[in-house]
């Protein structure tokens, strides 16, 4: 798969926190206590930037997870 400038990384930062990168950039675009807060603003970016893929690493670095965000503008959202 070729990659995508709205793809984001959620890995371990040596804080012992977890870092949300861009895709083959070497800044966090923020840092958090929890994988799962993390990976809460990976996806909220990503559906910002029009859409793309959250790549979930463990804490050995390896990915865990891949998702696909769509824009966050769903034309038909859930009721309730």
Same mark, same amino acid.
């Given at each position: 798969?070729?990659? +995508? &400038? $709205? ?13 949300? =990168? +861009? &895709? $083959? ?13 993390? =990976? ?8 910002n930037a029009g859409g793309g893929e959250v790549v979930i690493h463990a804490q ?21």
């Open positions: 798969m070729m990659s +995508r &400038e $709205n793809d984001h990384h959620v890995v371990p930062n040596q804080a012992g926190g977890w870092d949300v =990168t +861009r &895709e $083959n950039s070497e800044r966090a675009s923020s840092s958090h206590d929890t994988q799962h807060e993390a =990976t809460a603003r990976a996806h909220e970016i990503v559906a050995d670095g390896t990915i865990r997870e891949k998702v696909t965000v769509g824009d966050g503008h769903d034309p038909y959202p859930p009721r309730g």
